[in-house]
């Protein structure tokens, strides 16, 4: 059984990689290049796997799962320009990919217990775009 | 392929587990084993799977579809209070885990057919927080 | 210029006139006469109406404003049942329109500022059916 | 990994098999089978699935599937009458299952790269009914 | 006070004025003018004015609007060709004005009451695009 | 009559005046007021007031609407960080309520026809968190 819990964060960022020419990330990126940087109203949905406890009927503690995901993922990317203020992505390029990934490398094992363990990671940064990052894919995340 | 069809049932609940004490239900649950029930907007999605048959193109008949989802889901749990009046939430605590398993008993000998058979049953208890109840989980819910 | 602010809670209640018999309700209220209460995840609106300050460029202080509706709304209404936690809904029947009207009556004065003040009340019972409270309408709701 | 991106095009259908007589027809179809057609906005979400390019931490070029999704589903599709205006859907009854399974075909060879490949179609004809196509289906839409 | 009740429909259409030219209309309405017709899942938004009843609490018969609306609205037009089979759009151009329009006429009449009246049809064409019908226009519908 | 057409752009912006301290902006404005910027992706609702041509059954010309839209609005706006990229935004704060005023100046004369005019101008900056700016408002924006 799979439990989802969504979230969501305003950030900005700049998609160019710096080994790379103004002009070079710019055909890459188009806009998204602009060094000064342009935001999104990230919406995630974090996806526990695992089978209800008998005595509780629940796969996660919901409270605790919230505030996982406001110590890790909100209140440090919350109204911040990720590439300034959020390693890695100091030198990590922040595509909607490489932020999902790092929210999965940042809950796995916070999320892990006796019943449930994280399972998906999906990041809208539109409501016409967004990744999966996951098991499900055949190179895990983590 | 997958056929999904959704619904919506306006229901109140209560969590908790009549073996432990007020203090322990509400170190569990929260707000949510407040006895006097509290209510939801029920979204479910119902999701097939199946190949479309050759005649009709169609993997299950959708009016047949509506009728069985309305008939063991919506008619019975719209507008009622699930621990008072539906069973087996006299019994099991109506977490959202629970109620999506229990759809799931519901439905999966009666949309099955020649073509199709019952993937998944997604069950939204508010816009932030839903569960999934598949064989694509370890532990298949029938 | 108007300012709105949108929060969600999740109650149960029940329909029904004690002053009639519970024929008489379900012929008024149908299945929302169910004694037992269901419930509903109340979308609420919050409408300012006021010109932004000079020096902040703000109509009204937002986390003011989302703290307001919390203390006077969410904190008292969410995870209860109307009917018999929440006064005036103990004599009041709680439809949508009266519980819109309450919500102005909560609001009103605690929004009232030298540059805003209180202009509309949306309440959505479900994402099909929502009322409007407010001094556009030609009977006010204070 | 997985890149979903959504795109949207209005056209109308209709359901019926020229082997049957009306009467069929309706028994099968109902509304849909109406012989002048009616339309719907039809909401299409495709993902690939690969990993991020090291370069680019992208999985595809967003443009470009932009593009790709644009030349080969909305532009011929969108205020189109399936039937008499788009093949195959003079021969192929367009239910959402076979729209679903001609954007398969379409768009399966154009967004093939060394990092991706298609994974999904999810094609939504209501906001209540929706199908997948995708290889995660026992009988691939290829 | 203000009630909204929502509904929707799937119908096609073509936007055409059939004393100008191909050309013309070509010129004026865009792929809208494909004389194959189009279509939409319609949404719309019906808001009656009035004051809740002090017996019951509620401005309008929940369930008679309902009825109201599918019999005016949903009914005739769902899944119809609305130029070819839904009066008065054999001689009206089907735009999303004028079929607001014509909505607000069939129903001011029906939602009338001692509490109530019609305050204002809203008609979605896209989840992009809608036109609001009413007295609170300068030119009322009726 | 109104007719509204929903566009979007993603940009990064700091709520801060220039004339006061770190301290203080940070008092009003809170995280907004992180001079490395954030983002959002803003949703603007254009509403004209009209009645319809008596030829067309248009209150304006849809395509026209959508290029004035995307000329003065999405083009210079999107992928921008604000306060240095978008003029009057380097001297003016872009709160929600200024840009709201900011694209009301920038559309009114442009979308005044003989049957049209600019009625309201709403932005969201994120789901729950929207202004209007209208002739209905007391201070007309323009």
New interface residues.
Partial sequence: ????????F????V?A?PALSAEENFA?????A?P??????YVVEV?L?G??DP?????F???ELKEIINAEVIDPM????LN??VPPFDT???????I??EIWKRLAARVSSQNARLKNVRLYE????????GE????P?N
């Avoid at 305003?10 to 960022?13: C, D, E, I, K």
Wanted: net charge negative; charged share 25%; proline share 3%.
């Fill in positions: 059984m799979f439990l989802t819990r969504k979230a969501e305003s950030a900005s960022h998609c990689n890459i990126y188009g806009a998204n602009n000064h940087g342009h935001g999104h109203n996806t796997e089978e209800p005595v509780t009927g629940m796969v503690d919901l409270r919350d109204h911040r320009f300034r203020e990590v390029i922040p595509t909607t990919e490489n999902a990934r539109t409501a016409d775009l967004y990744v999966d990052c499900i894919s055949e190179t995340c």
